[in-house]
């Protein structure tokens, strides 16, 4: 079985400061993993995966994420946040190899304020 | 650029009135994924398509069908609407590979109010 765990429903933070969106898994097989961006009224973009390469991914727009499996977790962070990175973020685990469904977290909502 | 387009972006319909969504990919992808995602809340798979058998999740009402007439295009038909079934709906796409179907690329959504 797979679940996804975001420890934070709501994370605000200032323009230039530094984003952490924490994200907990489980999963009885080797996962792949995935951060999606959404913004309001917006379909979801994907900002980075791991799918058993480098435990340091690089996604889109500054983002990146490790991969610790000895704490399970996958959390995402950016040095310093924009405006534009307002939006929901939702960690997501597939199994790897096989049917990939998607187990979504509940997602976190990240403001920027000026 | 290859891309997932849904049409329309917003719909309105009346409560028991049937609609349809439509969702077509220019990625040559062959699996077709539909979400409905309500507010604040994580998507929930419908069902997907993989090349054209047909494979619904066990919760979703028979309210919901789907058709795949080619690789290009998915439907997501609502035969009657009830206003629980208000919510944004999502394609998405993937190939499948040898390390599983890999990423879903999104389409931007329907939004369908039920009046």
Same mark, same amino acid.
């Given at each position: &079985?797979?679940? *996804?765990?975001?420890? @934070?429903?709501?994370?605000?933070?200032?323009?230039?400061?530094?984003?952490?969106?924490?994200?907990?898994?489980?999963? $009885?097989?080797?996962p792949s993993l995935f951060w999606y961006v959404q913004h309001p009224n917006k379909g979801l973009q994907l900002l980075l995966k791991y799918t058993s390469a480098a435990t340091l991914v690089k996604g889109i727009n500054g983002f990146e994420a490790e991969f610790?499996? $000895?704490?399970?977790?996958?959390h995402?962070?950016?040095?310093?946040?924009?405006?534009? @990175? &307002? &939006?929901e973020y939702f960690c997501v685990v597939s199994r790897s190899g096989g049917y990939n469904k998607l187990i979504f977290? &509940?997602?976190?909502?990240?403001? *920027?304020?000026p | 650029d290859a891309m997932v387009i849904q049409n329309p972006r917003y719909q309105v319909t009346q409560f028991g009135k049937p609609v349809t969504l439509s969702c077509s990919q220019t990625l040559n992808h062959?699996?077709?994924y539909w979400y409905q #995602?309500?507010?604040? #809340?994580a998507p929930k798979l419908l069902f997907h398509y993989y090349d054209k058998d047909f494979n619904n999740e066990a919760d979703t009402p028979d309210n919901f069908q789907s058709r795949r007439p080619n690789t290009s295009f998915c439907f997501l038909d609502i035969r009657s609407p009830g206003l629980g079934d208000a919510a944004m709906y999502l394609c998405a796409t993937s190939r499948s590979g040898t390390s599983g179907y890999n990423e879903q690329f999104f389409g931007p959504g329907t939004r369908l109010t039920v009046l």
């Open positions: &079985a797979q679940s *996804v765990t975001q420890l @934070d429903s709501h994370v605000s933070v200032s323009e230039g400061t530094p984003v952490l969106l924490r994200c907990n898994y489980s999963s $009885s097989y080797s610790k499996k $000895s704490e399970t977790s996958f995402l962070t950016k040095p310093s946040a924009h405006m534009s @990175d &307002a &939006a977290g &509940a997602g976190t909502r990240l403001a *920027v304020h | 062959n699996v077709m #995602q309500k507010s604040s #809340q």
